[in-house]
């Protein structure tokens, strides 16, 4: 944190002191004009990469409370300097680059750089990050072991995992007034964030890559808010990108995500590859989504016996869209096929889907029985009574 002064009219003021590294004059000069607006700070400017290394061990002990890097005019040099600043010192570490580079940006972010500009610079933007970094208290910490995971699972593609997943995540945030995070696995072709009408920067990719240098902080810059409240942890936009997360990547940002949020709602497609990770641990929540038809209840049937045949209360079935009018089989003959009756009932409202989508407005917000249907499994989910169980309380309180 900044030394605390006092000044001649006997204020206290917070001095920030300030590492400004970078080789080419005229970007340097900017960034520093920009600094120099905050009123308590006081700059060191290094005009080389070479010098910065040489005052390294300054650098490392916390002399400076923020270090300011170009990355542009030697993006290698600078990336080294920064990732070492970023592991061996609690200073808060901030680049920029005369060029708009967003690729570049992820790069930096990744070893732990925290903010980054491009020119020309915003004074405001720039005095407002030293605010932040001056000001960053540890990032508040969910007890992991409170946390809930609730998991979709799909028994084969196209039963809906994702719309479902996506509705009960924002109405999972809004019911229960609790940080939730929303994390889309359903690779390579994830749409959880098109699903809620958002478009994201960052991806559950530029998680996964670098998972070992992965911290709360990090985690933060990746996510996109929806408009409930709800955090979201997209699939790339892009599925040509290669990505295979393995159960070691997987546990680490879970392992992260517990610690900051108290409930983490997992799109997980129909991944039975990661079935040994810690998503699928005895405490987490496994949401089974299949559909009344005889490949969906085989393949149910063969998922529950296989791989879930002692779960009991946190396997919940959910039969979505959901048409009895139009079924070839009865609950007695579905019951039969699950070995167990399913939970949920998600009726089939293509009219109501339809219109949410080409609104961008998510289902769990509209009025109509598949939102109704959605919120109360969320309800549930919280500790909640749902709708009829309120009702049925406020009923027997007047009889």
Request: glycine content about 4%; charged content about 20%.
């Amino acid at each position: 944190m900044p030394d605390v002064s006092r000044f001649q009219d006997g204020t206290e003021r917070n001095v920030v002191s300030i590492a400004l590294i970078g080789p080419e004059d005229q970007s340097r000069g900017a960034i520093a004009n920009a600094l120099s607006r905050h009123s308590d700070a006081t700059i060191y400017e290094f005009p080389s990469y070479s010098a910065a290394t040489e005052r390294l061990s300054q650098l490392l002990e916390d002399r400076y409370d923020v270090v300011v890097i170009d990355a542009y005019s030697n993006s290698d040099a600078a990336l080294d300097l920064a990732e070492t600043i970023c592991t061996g010192s609690h200073s808060s570490v901030m680049a920029y680059s005369s060029q708009a580079d967003v690729k570049l940006a992820i790069r930096f972010m990744r070893v732990g750089v925290r903010e980054f500009f491009s020119l020309p610079v915003d004074a405001a933007e720039v005095v407002e990050a030293l605010n932040r970094a001056t000001t960053r208290q540890p990032v508040p910490q969910v007890d992991q072991f409170s946390t809930k995971v609730l998991v979709f699972l799909g028994t084969k593609g196209g039963c809906g995992v994702t719309a479902l997943a996506s509705n009960f995540a924002v109405a999972l945030a809004q019911e229960s007034e609790r940080s939730t995070l929303l994390v889309d696995l359903g690779l390579p072709l994830g749409d959880a964030a098109i699903n809620l009408g958002m478009v994201t920067e960052f991806s559950i990719a530029n998680a996964v890559r670098e998972f070992n240098r992965l911290d709360a902080n990090f985690l933060r810059t990746l996510l996109a808010t929806h408009a409930s409240g709800l955090s979201v942890l997209a699939a790339p936009s892009d599925f040509r990108v290669d990505l295979s997360p393995d159960n070691t990547a997987i546990n680490k940002l879970l392992l992260v995500a517990r610690q900051n949020f108290e409930y983490i709602v997992v799109d997980a497609g129909s991944r039975l590859d990661l079935l040994n990770s810690s998503l699928f641990e005895e405490s987490s929540t496994i949401y089974l989504i299949t559909q009344v038809g005889i490949s969906e209840l085989r393949n149910a049937n063969r998922m529950i016996s296989q791989f879930f045949p002692r779960r009991t209360e946190n396997l919940q079935i959910v039969l979505n869209r959901y048409k009895p009018a139009t079924l070839l089989f009865d609950d007695k003959h579905i019951e039969k096929a699950l070995t167990r009756s399913a939970q949920w009932k998600i009726p089939d409202d293509y009219q109501s889907a339809r219109r949410t989508q080409n609104s961008a407005t998510p289902m769990a917000l509209a009025d109509a029985p598949i939102s109704l249907a959605i919120r109360q499994m969320a309800r549930a989910a919280c500790g909640l009574p749902t709708e009829k169980e309120e009702k049925k309380r406020i009923f027997s309180f007047f009889r």
